[in-house]
């Protein structure tokens, strides 16, 4: 890709709670630590009144990159849903789920684009808080807490970054501060139709072994993805 082209933003944006799903589960409900880029275009898309159907074109036509880092964070809980599934005989049927979700965390979102526009547009509504629909923390039980400090993203190509990438691209872990963890997932991409596997970090630099798109702004420097990898619609 020709970086000349990408133009870019930063935001930061936090929850009370989020539950970012992996739907690769069923039995329990658990969370990856950061949102995956399908997770974030999709708010960008509720930002700028994109339905979720739409997303996909949204995505190819503007060239759209996403990605995040996990700034900061008081933990990770659990708790019990009761779920009532309703059958023909009028029959009620109780299943009890764990549910796991993350406690305050605060984000750093980033999204590069080649239609300057469109960059142009969601700089200047998030720094004006004109969303066409609400955004959530993965579900619409877990409220946002805060959203600003907007910035211009420079897009780069790099060895070393926060935020996640596939495991297999990954050469090291870096801790920056105290704690520092990593922690691997699963995650479903969409277009392969696999299984792959993600490393995903707190306070730490990834070293991948090619160079990879990220986002640079005066503070950090986190990878970006294509979103459409990973975009289920139904």
């Known amino acids: 890709m020709n970086s000349k ?15 970012f799903r992996k739907h690769i589960l069923k039995l329990y409900w658990d969370t990856y630590l950061i949102p995956l880029p399908s997770t974030i275009v999709g708010i960008i898309g509720a930002i700028l009144g994109i ?14 990159l996403t990605g995040a880092m996990l700034l900061e964070f008081e933990g990770e809980g659990d708790e019990l849903a009761t779920l009532f599934k309703y ?14 979700f993350l406690y305050k965390p605060v984000y750093k979102f980033g999204v590069a684009s080649t239609n300057e526009e469109l960059i142009s547009e969601l700089y200047d509504r ?3 808080g004109e969303f ?6 993965g579900n619409d039980y877990h409220f946002i807490d805060y959203y600003g ?3 211009r993203g420079e897009y780069i190509e790099t060895i070393e970054a926060y935020g996640y990438s596939e495991k297999n691209h990954v050469e090291e872990i870096k801790p920056i501060k105290n704690p520092a963890f990593a922690k691997i997932d699963y995650v479903h991409n969409i277009e392969q139709q696999e299984i792959e596997s993600f490393v995903f970090v707190y306070q730490a630099l990834i070293k991948v072994k090619k160079p990879k798109p990220a986002i640079k702004d005066s ?6 993805h294509n979103p459409l990898k990973y975009l289920l619609v139904r």
């Open 5 to 19: 082209t990408f133009h870019g933003i930063t935001f930061k944006i936090s929850f009370l709670t989020a539950q």
């Open 51 to 64: 339905r979720r159907r739409d997303l996909p074109d949204f995505v190819k036509k503007n060239n759209i």
């Open 219 to 224: 503070e950090h420097v986190f990878f970006i």
């Open 126 to 128: 998030i720094n004006n």
């Open 87 to 100: 059958k023909e005989n009028r029959e009620f049927i109780r299943t009890i789920k764990r549910s796991r």
């Open 149 to 151: 400090d907007v910035n």
């Open 132 to 137: 066409e629909y609400e955004i959530y923390g």
